[in-house]
């Protein structure tokens, strides 16, 4: 079953979180619109990226870039794996002049190299850990973090684990029409509560709907349609989470009209009926948790 995981509230308020947590078992299939990296502290992982197999080792990072689907399971271990992770948009690098495309197949590149799915760094896993400890240290300086030094730290990891020499050809043309889907995308995220049409969608990526219909599809992995109503069906599952609103309400809210059509949505795309998605996400609540800065800092001060 395929599902679009929606990214927890928090982190629509800020450009980037960080985290550590110890991860419980989890195995079923999704994706999201941010960009997570995960970094494993220790343990073993098993990862399934665009249906590869990885085995994450402590110190490899996973790079999980929008649309593409994944599961995550823990590997039979004495130790409970604890993963640092990051998450973002993609304009939290692009806006600080850093080059970084990270929609589809054929833009999944930094600074013109290609993006691995997981890195282990090889000789420079003391640099890649010694960038993630950074990193955790300035944002939990809250008030006090520097955005643009956490952008610089990021973009540090990624230039580790793309220094391979594999570069990616990104020739004009095609880089004009990754411009226009993120724009197109973009504008979907920031309107998807109104009823939306190809053709304002083909006005706003400024090319023809045949033309921006294959393009979209080819760089995000979606129709434009599917893309709009896992937005709508993402903003949803957020606010159902816990709630005791009318599920009129929410559907209304987030453009899916009435609680009818959004369990619909919710039996297509999640293979469950909201009330159902709502316990689910509450069960595994309860089967993982937080690592408290104590616990994070004797992993730092062991690194």
């Not at 994706?31 to 990296?37: A, E, K, T, V, Y």
């Not at 939290?92 to 997981?118: C, M, N, Q, W």
């Not at 559907?251 to 059509?261: H, I, P, T, V």
Request: proline share 3%; aromatic share 10%.
């Amino acid at each position: 079953m395929l599902a679009l995981v929606n990214t927890p509230s928090y982190i629509s308020k800020l450009p980037v979180r960080v985290s550590v947590q110890a991860v419980r078992d989890r195995t079923y299939v999704h994706f999201h619109r941010h960009i997570q990296l995960c970094f494993l502290l220790s343990g073993e992982l098993r990862h399934i990226i665009n249906g590869t197999e990885y085995i994450q080792q402590p110190g490899s990072c996973a790079f999980l870039l929008p649309c593409v689907p994944h599961s995550l399971s823990t590997v039979e271990s004495e130790d409970t794996p604890l993963l640092a992770h990051i998450w973002f948009e993609q304009d939290f690098l692009t806006s600080r002049g850093y080059d970084f495309f990270a929609f589809g197949k054929e833009t999944k590149h930094f600074g013109g190299k290609e993006i691995p799915d997981v890195a282990d760094f090889e000789g420079k896993s003391e640099e890649a850990k010694r960038i993630i400890r950074e990193t955790i240290y300035e944002f939990d300086r809250k008030e006090e973090m520097s955005y643009d030094k956490i952008a610089s730290l990021v973009a540090g990891l990624f230039a580790l684990a793309c220094s391979r020499e594999k570069k990616v050809k990104i020739t004009a043309p095609f880089r004009r029409q990754t411009e226009r889907v993120l724009c197109a995308s973009k504008y979907i995220e920031d309107n998807f509560r109104e009823k939306l049409t190809l053709d304002e969608l083909c006005d706003v990526a400024g090319t023809s709907r045949r033309s921006f219909t294959s393009h979209f599809r080819r760089i995000t992995g979606m129709s434009p349609n599917e893309y709009l109503i896992s937005a709508r069906l993402a903003a949803a599952a957020n606010l159902i989470i816990g709630s005791e609103r009318l599920h009129d309400d929410i559907a209304k809210e987030c453009g899916l009209y009435n609680s009818s059509n959004l369990a619909r949505v919710f039996v297509k795309y999640l293979g469950v009926t909201p009330s159902e998605y709502s316990q689910r996400v509450a069960d595994a609540s309860r089967s993982s948790y937080q690592v408290s800065k104590r616990s994070r800092y004797s992993w730092l001060e062991e690194m």
